[in-house]
């Protein structure tokens, strides 16, 4: 059973930097694309960084410069480090995993989102930021 648990987040001011940390059990095959996606109140979820087997991330401008998605040598742990925070970034960030096709088949619709055409459908609890001016 796939399973993520994310970790690192936290209240701080404008303008620190957080670090969060996603580590996922349950599957061997380390070559899946890793995603981190970002939910604040009243708001849809939506897909901010992922990162891709070879290392190559990607990002949704809105956080292109700001946020840096990377991957520990084991491919077992994921990272996002958000830098020069501003508080409308507030929000509960969760980490998800790549689904292959006959996967995501199986899976509700509103369960799976996607980042640049890369299909996410296993999800951790989340963690939350919360930043103040």
């Known amino acids: 059973q796939v399973q993520l648990a994310e970790s690192g987040g936290g209240s701080v001011h404008s303008g620190g930097s957080l670090r969060l940390s996603c580590t996922g059990s349950?599957?061997?095959?380390?070559?899946?694309?890793m995603g981190w996606f970002r939910q604040a109140p009243g708001k849809e979820r939506e897909g901010i960084a992922a990162?891709?087997?070879?290392?190559?991330?990607t990002y949704a401008d809105s956080v292109k410069g700001r946020f840096t998605i990377s991957r520990d040598a084991t491919k077992i742990t994921v990272y996002l480090q958000l830098d020069n925070l501003k508080p409308d970034v507030t929000a509960m960030y969760y980490c998800?995993?790549?689904?292959?096709?006959?996967?995501?088949?199986?899976?509700?619709?509103?369960?799976?989102?996607?980042?640049?055409?890369?299909?996410?459908?296993?999800w951790g609890q989340g963690t939350q930021v919360t930043v103040s001016s």
């Open positions: 998800a995993k790549q689904c292959i096709e006959t996967e995501c088949e199986r899976i509700p619709t509103s369960k799976v989102l996607v980042i640049h055409g890369t299909k996410f459908a296993y």
């Open positions: 990162i891709f087997s070879d290392g190559t991330p």
């Open positions: 349950g599957y061997t095959y380390r070559g899946f694309t």
